[in-house]
């Protein structure tokens, strides 16, 4: 698969989705429009009810769109879901996909089946995968045995027995312990540089995640995109300038003469007792906004002009967290569940989404 022979990964435009309720519809995506290029790290950010899970099961061939186009390396939702289903797949956070009674290696080579794959290329993929995602030990293990990161890592086995074009994950780390969340995003990225094109489309919830992850991220709330960028250009809508606190030994000078320097927005100062190696000294707290850090070296030049002496430098920058905030004015937990899911259950659909993958294999929503 080549990047430059391919069309976009995901191209829709104009999606809208409507779930029939009482005593009204609800409107879960409203014309939404958006591109992926092959080999990109995409995420969605939004609070539940955004309409994240909802576009997700409309690409995954889950759900039918209710109007509007959408398309997955060229080939139609709704037209074209079984050549979609071979080149996708999906893991979701807390999914219980499979038998508990069954072991690792039985219940990877169950869904090898599932996927089309002859014996012995299903074994072979299998061992090749339970090596990779680091269940060796656990290979003839119960599934019910497994912890919840090792079963996440099963998951993600599950996931990628078909090679997918591109994966979908939505919330993948959801419940998981620091160091197994680590070891899935390590796994993730491991598995998207090995070729080249392969395409990842994330939701998450954990900023950090996302911005560590991501090359663009949508915002997204009430079924409209609020935003697009890479985490770089989304925080600077938040915070153009640049800001610095300097700790200095002294500012004879005062701030004043700091302010005046070309490229400084502000300067102010809050003075505070230093420690040093068993002396006392005052130093002085300064606080400056640039108009781009490029300001920076003149400042720190003009500084020691004035007999200052720099102990301390740290830039304060936004966060994804910043961003969301300030786009879509709450934080995630200050809504419902995603519009049309119905309840927790739902974002168990791992087996469906699974199975998806083979022609056929999941009912498909009829268009409200």
Request: hydrophobic residues 40%; glycine residues 12%; proline residues 3%.
């Amino acid at each position: 698969m080549s990047a430059t022979t391919t069309p976009a990964a995901i191209e829709t435009r104009s999606i809208r989705r409507v779930y029939k309720s009482k005593p009204q519809d609800v409107v879960a995506l409203h014309g939404v429009d958006l591109d992926v290029a092959p080999g990109e790290f995409f995420g969605l950010l939004g609070p539940n009810g955004a309409g994240k899970t909802t576009l997700i099961k409309i690409l995954t061939t889950l759900l039918l769109p209710t109007a509007g186009t959408a398309h997955v390396f060229g080939f139609d939702v709704v037209d074209e879901t079984k050549q979609i289903r071979r080149i996708m797949n999906m893991v979701t956070g807390g999914e219980q996909s499979g038998y508990g009674m069954l072991q690792v290696r039985e219940q990877l080579w169950m869904f090898s089946q599932f996927y089309g794959l002859g014996a012995r290329e299903g074994w072979r993929r299998v061992d090749e995968l339970v090596d990779a995602v680091g269940l060796t030990d656990q290979r003839r293990q119960k599934v019910s045995t497994l912890s919840t990161g090792q079963r996440q890592k099963l998951n993600f086995a599950r996931g990628l027995l078909n090679d997918p074009w591109i994966f979908f994950l939505d919330e993948p780390t959801l419940g998981l312990d620091v160091a197994a969340a680590r070891a899935v995003r390590e796994l993730v990225l491991e598995w998207k540089a090995a070729v080249q094109g392969r395409t990842v489309l994330l939701t998450t919830h954990y900023m950090a995640e996302a911005d560590e992850l991501c090359e663009r991220i949508a915002i997204v709330d009430h079924g409209r995109i609020l935003a697009i960028g890479s985490p770089t250009e989304l925080k600077h809508r938040v915070q153009a300038e640049s800001i610095f606190r300097l700790e200095l030994d002294r500012l004879d000078s005062g701030a004043g003469a700091v302010a005046r320097l070309p490229g400084v927005v502000s300067a102010t100062t809050a003075s505070g007792d230093g420690e040093g190696a068993g002396d006392e000294r005052q130093t002085v707290e300064l606080n400056i906004v640039l108009r781009d850090d490029g300001a920076l070296g003149e400042v720190v030049s003009a500084l020691g002009g004035l007999g200052s002496h720099i102990l301390g430098l740290r830039k304060s920058e936004p966060t994804l967290e910043d961003v969301f905030v300030e786009l879509v004015g709450r934080g995630f937990e200050e809504n419902g569940l995603e519009a049309g899911s119905g309840s927790q259950a739902d974002k168990r659909q791992g087996a469906s989404a699974a199975t998806a993958t083979q022609p056929e294999a999941a009912d498909r929503d009829e268009v409200a």
